[in-house]
């Protein structure tokens, strides 16, 4: 049985974003707790050239929502990473959500063969659909989930492994 395009995904990027959803309502309740400008968390990196938990936020949701998008043959919404608070990074990962879930399996899949160009910087990047998002989107999105879940652990928030991995299926 082979697996779909669809199924490596869009449950994929789903659930993580719903882990990051879950992290950020933490964030909320502990800068509240503790009396922290929420601004200390939203902009926390965890080294200077790096992020800011913000970034790596709009970062994970444009891979999702981009490759999806991509693959698929529908449109995502642009976003000018303007967000400023915990609730735009929420609208912002339901706005992802809404992509993912507006998704078809069958279009995805006819794009595995299909040529991919993206400009990363001055250059394009070519790849197949299938190792776009084997080897591109998802890594990309992986990097900046964990990334933002380690700028708040960094800061002291209470999670741990269970909250970044959400549930298994």
Do not use: W
């Not at 507006?102 to 279009?107: E, I, R, V, Y």
């Not at 063969?113 to 998002?133: C, D, M, Q």
Request: with cysteine; glycine share 4%.
């Amino acid at each position: 049985m082979s697996v779909s395009l669809y199924d490596i995904a869009v449950p994929s990027f789903t659930k993580h974003l719903e882990a990051l959803d879950a992290i950020i309502d933490k964030a909320v309740a502990y800068a509240e707790a503790k009396k922290i400008d929420p601004n200390a968390l939203l902009d926390a990196r965890l080294y200077p050239d790096m992020y800011t938990f913000k970034k790596q936020v709009q970062s994970a949701c444009d891979f999702a929502k981009l490759s999806v998008a991509r693959l698929s043959g529908i449109q995502a919404p642009v976003h000018d990473d303007s967000e400023k608070t915990f609730a735009d990074l929420k609208s912002r990962i339901a706005d992802t959500m809404a992509v993912l879930a507006a998704a078809k399996p069958d279009a995805m899949e006819a794009a595995a063969e299909s040529e991919i160009a993206i400009k990363a910087g001055p250059r394009e990047l070519k790849f197949t659909g299938k190792e776009y998002l084997l080897h591109f989107a998802l890594p990309n999105f992986y990097f900046h989930a964990a990334t933002a879940y380690g700028v708040l652990r960094h800061n002291g928030l209470d999670i741990g492994k269970r909250d970044f991995m959400r549930r298994v299926n």
